[in-house]
Structure formats: structure tokens, C-alpha cells
Nanobody, 125 residues
Framework: RVQLVESGGGAVQSGGSLMLSCTAA????????MTWFRQAPGQERGGVAG???????IYTDSVQGRFTISQDNAKNTRYLQMNSLKPEDTATYYC???????????????????WGRGTQVTVSS
């Protein structure tokens, strides 16, 4: 059974930093694509940062230069380092993984079949 577990969420002030982790069980991240999504109340879930099996990364425009996705294959874990956080970054953050080595739309949730339960990030002004 595949399980993805996020951790590292919390409450910070604007300009602060957080690092989210997503650890997989029953699944090898290194072979597939993985993306961080987020969903704020009343909004659709959207892709934030993704990484494929070759280590190539992609970011949505609003987090480019502030967020960094990384991997530790030995720990079967993916990370999202979030710096210079803004109130508009407040959301529940989810990690998601595909069942293929690459996807055509890495920031689109339909490409992913495995999902974590999410971790809350709250940024106050």
C-alpha cells in the first residue's frame, strides 16, 4: 500500500521560512514524478513545485525564487523549502506522486494518483 505523509507545516510570520517534508512508504519516489500542491479555502488546488525522476524541477510563477523542491532518495523523502513566505501562501499543502517517470503537465493534479493528507501552512502579516 502506498502512503505519502507530509510534515513540517505550521504558523509563521510574513517573511519567515518553513520546510515541508513528504515521506513515502510502499513507493520509491526516485522512479516517479512528485509535486507539491496547495489549496486555500474557497480556492482550487494548484501545483506549486514538482520534480521528476531525473531531478528536473518546475515551479509555479508565484513561488519562483522563494521555494525550492529537493529530494533525498536514501530517505525516500521530498522536501519543499519555503522562504520569504507571504500571507497568500497560506494553504493546506499536499504532496502527490505519479505512477509514471514523467508527466506532461507536472503542476496539474490530474497527473497524480497518490496523495498525502496535507499539512497546514499559515502565514500572518
Amino acid at each position: 500500500r502506498v502512503q505519502l505523509v507530509e510534515s513540517g507545516g505550521g504558523a509563521v510570520q510574513s517573511g519567515g521560512s518553513l520546510m515541508l517534508s513528504c515521506t513515502a512508504a510502499g513507493f520509491y519516489f526516485s522512479r516517479y514524478c512528485m509535486t507539491w500542491f496547495r489549496q486555500a479555502p474557497g480556492q482550487e488546488r494548484g501545483g506549486v513545485a514538482g520534480i521528476d525522476s531525473r531531478g528536473h524541477t518546475i515551479y509555479t510563477d508565484s513561488v519562483q525564487g522563494r521555494f525550492t523542491i529537493s529530494q533525498d532518495n536514501a530517505k525516500n523523502t521530498r522536501y519543499l523549502q519555503m522562504n520569504s513566505l507571504k500571507p497568500e501562501d497560506t494553504a493546506t499543502y499536499y504532496c502527490a506522486a505519479s505512477s509514471t517517470q514523467w508527466v506532461t503537465r507536472p503542476l496539474v493534479q490530474d497527473e497524480y494518483i497518490y496523495w498525502g493528507r496535507g499539512t497546514q501552512v499559515t502565514v500572518s502579516s
